[in-house]
């Protein structure tokens, strides 16, 4: 692998996310240009969005930070979603635009068809349609620590997330431009994984979020593990069972299921009467 290859390392946790910094310093020990450009504010769940909190004559805004531990890496605090910045990087915004987008390491899973709404994949994808590659990171810290406690009393394994994605770099540097991965890995030291295992995603993520109340001003949403077990040999199922997993993904993208000239005719055929 050529150490000028370019890294932009985003997230949507934010800037100050552990995660980020674990997996911007495994980057750069393996050898490539390093860049961090974060959300300045928590972006989880924003999908692709390109949305930003502009400023005076529509300007995103960006702040200069210095991350621990990594004084010659130079990291950006950016008034918008993950999604938004790996778009902006692809033009030049942080330097010369970035070879590979990763993302991470997020604060929880990403599996099944759920990471749609993910932002931590969403700029991975958003890499993917500017003809870069992208590598989405995640930990499966598990629901409790998600999203209920305050101060973990056992700090999550970022290093095992980055040190993994690390070494998945020089494959991934060799891909077409497009090529984007969504890997996820359980919350263990390394030698405690089941192994790396590639799947398809499973039909849904491994949490679901269901309405609690409704009123004629609010609503309340709940976040809760889902009841259905995700299909044998998936993405979600495979991480369940201590093993890292990896899946090839892409963007949105045309589908000939349902076929389609039937209506055209139909309709073409309605017109012109």
């Known amino acids: 692998m050529s150490p000028a290859k370019r890294a932009l390392v985003t997230n949507d946790d934010g800037i100050d996310a552990p995660g980020l910094r674990a997996l911007a310093a495994a980057v750069r020990e393996a050898g490539l240009d390093v860049v961090v450009a974060a959300p300045a504010v ?20 960006l702040e200069r930070r210095m991350l621990d531990g990594l004084d010659d890496v130079p990291a950006y605090a950016v008034g918008g979603a993950p999604g938004l910045i790996a778009l902006i990087a692809s033009y030049g915004a942080f330097g010369d635009p970035p070879d590979v987008v990763l993302s991470g390491v997020n604060h929880g899973a990403n599996v099944g068809r759920a990471i749609l709404h993910s932002g931590t994949v969403g700029a991975a994808l958003t890499a993917g349609i500017n003809n870069r590659r992208g590598l989405a990171v995640s930990l499966d810290v598990g629901l409790e620590v998600e999203f209920h406690l305050e101060a973990p009393t056992v700090e999550p394994r970022w290093a095992t997330a980055a040190q993994l994605a ?34 398809p995603l499973a039909e849904f993520g491994i949490v679901q979020t269901t309405m609690s109340e409704h009123a004629d001003d609010f609503i309340r949403l709940t976040v809760a593990d889902a ?5 044998p040999g998936t993405d979600a199922a495979l991480l369940a069972e201590g093993y890292a997993v990896v899946t090839a993904v892409r963007s949105v993208c045309e589908t000939n299921d349902p076929p389609l000239g039937e209506l055209v005719d139909a309709v073409r055929a309605e017109a012109l009467r």
Do not use: F, K
Not at 48 to 57: F, N, Q, T
Not at 168 to 178: D, K, T
Not at 184 to 195: H, I, K, S, W
């Open 42 to 61: 928590q972006s989880s769940g924003s999908s692709a969005s390109i949305i930003a909190g502009l400023e005076e004559r529509d300007r995103i805004a």
């Open 166 to 199: 690390s070494r998945m770099l020089p494959y991934l540097v060799e891909q077409r431009p497009g090529t984007v991965l969504n890997l996820n890995v359980p919350d263990r030291e390394p030698d405690q994984l089941a192994g790396l295992r590639d799947a």
């Open 227 to 231: 009841t259905e077990e995700p299909g």
